[in-house]
């Protein structure tokens, strides 16, 4: 029997210890025994850290406690760093507000035999409050738009076969990333504070000729409704870092001219989201308003 690759699961928290210990649980619970969970707590404000200690005192993880909330990316570059101190092999990146089946790691890295060692995964996420309803699986990167796309969002799930699937696209939700990927590729990039990381990473992947594989049988199930589109009950906070963040990724990697479709694109997008979803146009126009100003990492607007 193979030795089993110590992986480094990396939860990050911010005021919701709840879902975070919920997310433990289903993880203690897996057949795939090497593994060891990382919970980078992003200065929480509420009662988190004293969950958090509370449970660590029956459940074993590591916790650590970041000095101010820096962000989704930080928080997990937190944990990263932690991950390949203990020597993990592969590090895990996975939403607090996710719960996995009991073999999702074990399916995860029996899948990471047939393809090439340099190679990052994810896997199928469908709904908690709809287990038969697929909210990825699998995605894909459009260069000339510059816009991803979850497949399969919203559909019916079947059980499909163990083929893996090479996607351009794989949600920061569930990411499991090679050490020898991230020594590379490197950490991601703080400066997006809250959304499109995940896409810039992926994007980093791609120049590099790293490739990702869906894992169809690898199944998690994550806390978002599945009885509301994507842009109905959407935050200010979510609305402004999406667009302030999607134009930020573009001028970084796209040059002159090629620049233009892509935000035309996403402009667009935006605009139809406002007529179709009652989108706040004051946080789209702050978005791409504190871009054009150079302003990233954490806003100080009142979102």
């Given amino acids: 029997m193979m030795e089993e690759a110590l992986i480094g699961i990396v939860l990050v928290n911010y005021n919701s210890a709840e879902d975070t210990i919920e997310c433990i649980e289903s993880l203690k619970k897996m057949t795939y025994s090497n593994y060891r969970i990382i919970v980078a707590d992003n200065s929480s404000s509420d009662y988190s850290l004293e969950a958090l200690y509370k449970k660590k005192n029956e459940t074993d993880f590591e916790l650590l406690e970041l000095d101010e909330n820096r962000g989704f990316s930080a928080g997990n570059n937190a944990g990263i760093r932690l991950a390949l101190e203990l ?66 969002m919203g559909k019916g799930w079947q059980p499909v076969q163990d083929k893996l699937v090479e996607v351009t696209f794989a949600s920061g939700c569930c990411m499991c990333i090679p050490a020898s990927v991230i020594r590379d590729v490197g950490f991601l990039d703080e400066s997006y504070f809250l959304y499109e990381e995940d896409t810039d990473y992926c994007y980093r992947l791609w120049k590099k000729m790293i490739k990702i594989y869906y894992v169809p049988k690898a199944i998690i199930y994550h806390k978002v409704s599945s009885s509301t589109s994507k842009t109905k009950k959407i935050s200010g906070i979510t609305q402004y870092y999406m667009i302030r963040n999607k134009y930020f990724f573009i001028n970084k990697y796209y040059k002159d001219c090629w620049k233009i479709i892509p935000y035309i694109h996403t402009f667009m997008m935006y605009s139809y989201y406002c007529l179709r979803y009652g989108a706040k146009v004051k946080y789209i126009v702050w978005g791409i308003c504190d871009f054009w100003q150079g302003k990233m990492y954490k806003t100080n607007r009142k979102l």
């Fill in 87 to 152: 020597g993990a092999e592969y590090v895990l990146l996975l939403n607090n507000d996710t719960l996995v089946e009991p073999d999702f790691l074990k399916r995860l890295m029996e899948a990471g035999m047939d393809i090439p060692a340099d190679s990052v995964m994810t896997c199928t996420i469908l709904y908690a409050d709809d287990k038969e309803k697929i909210w990825y699986a699998g995605g894909s990167y459009n260069l000339r738009t510059a816009k991803v796309s979850q497949l399969g």
